[in-house]
């Protein structure tokens, strides 16, 4: 089965089983989720419920043990490493609780690296540097290195590397996770404003329930690596 | 990823980790210098020595005699007897000789033994006619002094350690007179039979008186090494005289006894004749050539083959020896890549959630790699020419103290350059293979969780 119109991304059945020793860990198991275009879903649950990993599984970082996922017509566990590295260049925008900028770079250099991958040619990336920047309203500190920002500033600036390629499927883990609830906010608008500007699909881990009821347009709920529930908020 | 981003990529990585890659690329660069400074020795005394043998006449000379009788083979050329029906080495064959392709001059050697008076003192010693070519052919290169002014100035150059004998201070003795004692053929009434160097009178007798002559002569120069000592060069002279000087002596030679007694229809006829080539590698052509002719033929060139397969060897061996720093070297550039995996954990997880490609990574580590190779290569080509030099500098501030001419041991030819470099390159490429596919087939997802 594959996705088909409306639907960004789609997990079949997906599992994703570690096996340390004799015991075997299910951190996703038998998860079936379908992520509407322009959809902004809250994956929420505990420390451990499997949230994360289901992310990045259908972010293409991490390969399923078990079931398909669906993105753009394809299923991404069958897909060869150098095309999920395209799927991860091209389709997908990733953000990370901890920031995860490069030290040893600018923030300019940090938001331009997506484009370097993607083999951007060299003239139009000032300019999508520059139109990320400004969407998250950093136009100002290109030069500054990430330990001359603050965490707010730190996760605006990972907000515009992973917008930069301009993506269809934004993927947030624990976005806020590492801010303080005022930032935290600050960053909650910055991606509706994203989803709602751009038409922009996102899928959000939180552990936070009202931040995922207050910015999301559906909540899938995890627990042990099962889905537990799935909706439209109330 | 696009060639100038990975260059600039690998560019700032190796900077910020820029004493762990400047301390590689040095072990880099000390492994070549190493390389290029024991091949450049070979190089050099293979340079220095074929330059010296082929300087030295051996090698792009072909001696011709009659040719002799099988049972003789074994004795020198000088002392075997001709065989039957041989053709005279006369004046016919020299100019037949002369009109070979790649044929340079032809010659006969005149070499007498003397008395020099100098100073009041007399020394015994082998006097030789030496060919104006010689000048040309780098045989008396390092020469203190000069080469003779003309072809028939009455001049000379002595071996080193024959001035040594005249003065203790041979430099001073350029520009002095000696007096040189020997023996002059005079010929007697007609008869048969006759040899070159002497008059048309005494060609047709065969038969001479000898009378004691002087010479003054001038010393122009004084030669550290004997030029073409040995069997058919200038002999074993250590008194050198132009050959046409030499000629008009008419000096008594070894050989004149057994030619005065040797039929030979009239007609002068030389003992040997020395047949000098364009080049030692033409020798072999020459050679047969006059072999076919009708005459015996001597040339070393058995010989300069055997140098060639030594040297090679030998090359070889320095090479393998000069490798060891090389090998040591890219067990460093492993050990850096290596640590560079363990740091940069968390930022090739990043890369690869930004979309880089397991190919991404692993250009990039080799990159790196061959940056550094490069870098270490011409570095250490540089530490090898500078080693080179400076062991050239001391080598020939000893021979100076010797009072020998300087040389130059090493040589570090254009090709040295690009192999070296291009081996650095290789060395650390085959070095990044193990850290570059080990860091390509990291999980992206545990690397993000790496602190």
Do not use: C, Y
């Given at each position: 089965m594959t996705t088909g119109d409306g639907v960004a991304v789609r997990a079949e059945r997906v599992s994703k089983h570690y096996e340390m020793g004799a015991a075997v860990i299910r951190a996703v198991d038998d998860v079936t989720l379908e992520i509407r275009t322009g959809e902004f879903v809250a994956l929420l649950g505990s420390s451990g419920s499997g949230k994360s990993t289901l992310l990045n599984l259908m972010a293409g970082l991490d390969r399923p043990t078990g079931g398909a996922i669906f993105a753009n017509g394809k299923n991404l566990s069958e897909m060869r490493s150098i095309e999920l590295a395209r799927y991860r260049s091209r389709t997908v925008g990733m953000v990370f609780q901890s920031f995860n900028l490069l030290p040893r770079m600018t923030l300019e250099e940090n938001v331009e690296l997506p484009l370097r991958l993607a083999e951007v040619d060299r003239p139009e990336r000032g300019a999508r540097v520059q139109e990320a920047l400004e969407r998250?309203?950093?136009?100002?500190r290109l030069s500054?290195?990430?330990?001359?920002?603050?965490?707010?500033?730190?996760?605006?600036?990972?907000?515009?590397?992973?917008?930069?390629?301009?993506?269809?499927?934004?993927?947030?883990?624990?976005?806020?996770?590492?801010?303080?609830s005022a930032t935290g906010e600050s960053i909650m608008l910055l991606l509706k404003e994203i989803q709602q500007k751009l038409g922009m699909t996102i899928v959000m881990v939180t552990h936070e329930r009202p931040l995922a009821e207050r910015f999301a347009d559906r909540i899938a709920a995890l627990a042990d690596g099962k889905l537990l529930t799935d909706g439209v908020k109330s | 990823m696009k060639a100038g981003d990975l260059g600039e990529l690998a560019l700032r990585n190796l900077r910020e980790a820029v004493l762990r890659s400047s301390l590689t690329t040095l072990g880099v660069a000390v492994g070549v210098a190493s390389l290029v400074?024991?091949?450049?020795?070979?190089?050099?005394?293979?340079?220095?020595?074929?330059?010296?043998?082929?300087?030295?006449?051996?090698?792009d000379t072909v001696i011709v005699t009659q040719r002799r009788n099988p049972q003789s083979m074994r004795r020198p050329p000088a002392e075997s007897s001709p065989a039957k029906n041989a053709r005279p080495l006369d004046d016919d064959a020299k100019k037949e000789f002369e009109r070979l392709p790649n044929v340079v001059e032809v010659y006969s050697q005149i070499r007498f033994p003397t008395e020099v008076r100098y100073d009041g003192t007399p020394y015994s010693t082998i006097v030789a006619g030496v060919p104006a070519s010689a000048r040309g052919n780098g045989s008396f290169d390092g020469i203190q002094g000069s080469f003779f002014s003309n072809s028939n100035a009455d001049e000379a150059i002595l071996q080193i350690e024959f001035a040594k004998d005249l003065s203790t201070q041979p430099s001073n003795l350029i520009g002095k007179d000696l007096v040189v004692r020997y023996v002059e053929r005079q010929a007697l009434p007609p008869q048969a039979g006759g040899r070159p160097g002497g008059t048309k009178a005494d060609a047709d007798t065969g038969g001479f008186s000898i009378v004691p002559r002087e010479k003054r002569l001038r010393i122009v120069g004084i030669v550290e090494t004997e030029p073409a000592a040995g069997f058919g060069g200038f002999g074993s002279g250590r008194l050198l005289i132009p050959?046409?000087?030499?000629?008009s002596l008419r000096a008594a030679q070894v050989n004149d006894l057994r030619d005065a007694v040797r039929a030979t229809n009239g007609k002068p006829v030389y003992t040997s004749l020395t047949v000098r080539a364009k080049s030692?590698?033409?020798?072999?052509?020459?050679?047969?050539?006059?072999?076919?002719?009708?005459?015996?033929?001597?040339?070393?060139?058995d010989a300069t083959k055997s140098l060639e397969v030594f040297f090679r060897i030998f090359d070889m061996l320095l090479f393998i020896f000069g490798s060891l720093a090389l090998a040591v070297a890219t067990l460093g550039i492993i050990n850096t890549l290596v640590m560079a995996i363990l740091e940069r954990r968390r930022e090739i997880g990043i890369l690869k959630a930004l979309g880089a490609a397991d190919r991404d990574v692993k250009q990039l580590f080799f990159v790196e790699a061959s940056v550094m190779g490069f870098l270490g290569g011409v570095l250490g080509v540089g530490f090898g020419w500078l080693v080179g030099r400076a062991v050239t500098l001391g080598i020939n501030l000893y021979l100076k103290r010797q009072s020998l001419p300087s040389t130059d041991v090493f040589s570090v030819p254009w090709w040295l350059v690009l192999l070296a470099i291009l081996l650095a390159v290789l060395v650390s490429l085959v070095a990044g293979l193990y850290p570059a596919s080990r860091a390509a087939k990291l999980n992206p997802v545990e690397a993000l969780r790496y602190e």
């Open positions: 998250v309203r950093l136009e100002k500054h290195r990430p330990s001359e920002l603050s965490g707010g500033e730190q996760q605006r600036g990972a907000l515009a590397r992973a917008l930069v390629n301009r993506p269809t499927l934004l993927f947030a883990d624990e976005p806020t996770g590492n801010l303080d | 400074a024991w091949l450049s020795l070979g190089i050099g005394l293979q340079a220095l020595a074929t330059k010296r043998l082929s300087n030295s006449g051996l090698f050959l046409e000087v030499a000629s030692a590698s033409l020798v072999q052509g020459i050679e047969t050539a006059i072999k076919n002719m009708g005459f015996g033929t001597f040339s070393l060139q």
